[in-house]
């Protein structure tokens, strides 16, 4: 078991003060072109931000964990003012004109890769060279437009299993009595070989609904644990996804959150029949 090694980091960053518990979030990021104005999605995330000095506290920091950011070994982007990656094809230019400024925190990264450990106990390697994906900026910027809210990446190590994933997310608690706001950025379904465009949101494949629903339950009974068998549903879960990157992403939402917790839906609907972007708010 992965366990604390330096549970006094924290301790020594003095930009991270000490607060009361931060919530949690997955985020169904969808399509790119959700990050641009004008549609559903990127007024609800408007939304959620302007809660965010009302009933939430303001974060000192942001860590996203997305699905699009996959390496060997574990890593936390460490560099003062990470860039803007689009890491995308074929939209219009108005998506690649966005940009993201949102400093880093290159102390804090330190610190959490000290205190957060993988297997062999060795730290959480540290990133020059990444940035911020589409599945951090693209739910980060109507958000928290100003930009003013420093922001680390958290990637994942694809080849590990689902456990592992969730035991290093386990390790993440601590950060949200330091006003570190957890988002995972992924999609519940994420099937974009099945895609039907022009698809109503409320309209979605069998296996899309089963799987989007069999994962609600568990969250909504606080079975957290239980999200990381997902691949125990064999072929369901194989249609939902080919490929798991863009699940992983809610077990280190869940992995950071106690199962009696309060947690509320939105965004429950569909895209392209194949895409679930229901999205979870803890604490």
């Not at 991270?16 to 104005?37: I, Q, T, Y």
């Not at 809660?51 to 506290?57: D, H, I, N, R, S």
């Not at 699905?67 to 890593?75: M, N």
């Amino acid at each position: 078991m992965i366990s604390y090694t330096d549970p006094t980091a924290l301790d020594r960053i003095a930009s991270l003060k000490k607060s009361d518990r931060m919530p949690v979030m997955f985020l169904g990021h969808g399509s790119p072109m959700n990050a641009l104005p004008g549609n559903d999605y990127f007024k609800s995330w408007q939304a959620l931000g302007a809660e965010f000095g009302g009933k939430m506290a303001r974060p000192q920091l942001i860590l996203c964990i997305s699905a699009h950011w996959l390496t060997e070994g574990w890593q936390l982007t460490a560099m003062a003012q990470p860039k803007t990656i689009h890491d995308f094809g074929g939209f219009p230019q108005e998506l690649f004109d966005q940009q993201y400024p949102a400093p880093g925190d290159v102390a804090a990264a330190q610190a959490i890769s000290q205190l957060v450990r993988q297997r062999g106990s060795l730290p959480l390697g540290l990133d020059e060279s990444w940035g911020l994906d589409h599945g951090t900026w693209g739910v980060l910027k109507p958000m928290f437009p100003d930009a003013d809210i420093p922001v680390i990446q958290l990637s994942m190590d694809y080849s590990r299993a689902p456990e592992d994933h969730y035991a290093l997310a386990q390790q993440l608690k601590a950060l949200r009595e330091r006003g570190v706001l957890i988002v995972g950025s992924g999609n519940i379904v994420h099937n974009l070989r099945q895609m039907q465009r022009g698809a109503a949101g409320n309209q979605a494949y069998d296996w899309t609904l089963e799987f989007d629903q069999t994962t609600a339950g568990h969250i909504q009974q606080g079975n957290l644990g239980a999200l990381q068998n997902f691949l125990q549903l064999g072929s369901l879960a194989k249609m939902a996804h080919p490929t798991h990157e863009h699940y992983l992403p809610l077990l280190y939402a869940a992995g950071a959150v106690d199962g009696k917790e309060s947690m509320r839906f939105f965004n429950t609907d569909y895209q392209g029949g194949s895409i679930a972007m229901r999205s979870v708010v803890w604490g």
